[in-house]
């Protein structure tokens, strides 16, 4: 079973408001708590290691809810959201990752990829903007490159969220609707609904390539957006709390 069907099993969790709302603060709290001991601003006044958040998913998935909710009790100051679209035309002079480079966290950071170098085996993929020597030849580029940074200390927490065919065209619908969000809806999020075996092809691919031990794949099954932003923070803490201390520092009990 690929990873997608088995996640297609799981589609129908959810939380109601109120559940979320309790969990959701507490996860907030917790993770704020986290960012600060990595930061060396509460404990010991050791840095912690770099925090690299990478979110993929499909077209209307609750990407930028799922951020939202993860940043929106920090610091600015302590995090950096970088959104990625198509390279530039000096960028495409470069080796592909190379733009992906400059926004990566030091010790003490955290920074939040809205899309990233996934791009490379998703829609360069699937777009035939990359050949297929060249998105073949990406999945050890990638792995090679997360296994870099984690070597050198680095957190890369990495989150899929899936939604299926159906609830997709609902939410295309409600953003046509809605004046404030059809902006969010191009033709080209349409051309791509039809080209979805195609995708999921490539998605299931990406996840078997290099989901890795030092940065494996968390396939979030986003169907509640509820359910879904409460496990990317929850799931946030645990990571942050493990890195913490595989790096020798205990993290604080909760407050």
């Known amino acids: 079973m690929s990873k997608l069907a088995e996640i297609d099993t799981q589609l129908d969790r959810k939380l109601t408001r109120n559940a979320e709302e309790a969990r959701l603060t507490q996860a907030q709290q917790r993770l704020l708590q986290l960012r600060l001991v990595l930061g060396g601003l509460l404990g010991e006044g050791k840095l912690g290691p770099p925090v690299l958040v990478l979110f993929e998913g499909w077209d209307a998935s609750g990407k930028g809810g799922c ?15 970088v959104q990625f679209g198509p390279p530039s035309p000096d960028e495409l002079r470069h080796h592909w990752l190379t733009r992906f480079w400059l926004p990566l966290p030091g010790w003490g950071g955290m920074a939040v990829y809205d899309r990233s170098y996934y791009g490379r ?23 090679e490159f997360e296994r870099m940074l984690v070597d050198e200390g680095a957190l890369v927490a990495k989150f899929f969220l899936h939604i299926s065919h159906d609830e997709q065209l609902k939410r295309f619908e409600r953003r046509q609707r809605d004046p404030l969000k059809k902006w969010k809806l191009t033709p080209e999020d349409w051309r791509n609904r039809e080209k979805r075996p195609e995708y999921e092809e490539a998605v299931n691919d990406m996840i078997t390539h290099t989901d890795w031990p030092g940065a494996p794949w968390h396939v979030i099954p986003a169907e509640s957006k509820r359910y879904a932003r409460v496990q990317i923070v929850e799931s946030m803490n645990d990571l942050v709390e493990t890195a913490l201390r595989r790096h020798g520092i205990e993290p604080p009990p909760p407050v």
């Open 67 to 81: 951020i939202k909710r993860l940043v929106s009790h920090l610091d600015p100051r302590h995090v950096r959201v």
């Open 121 to 143: 085996v998703l829609v360069e993929r699937v777009e035939g903007l990359a050949t297929p020597d060249q998105w073949h030849r990406a999945y050890y580029e990638i792995v």
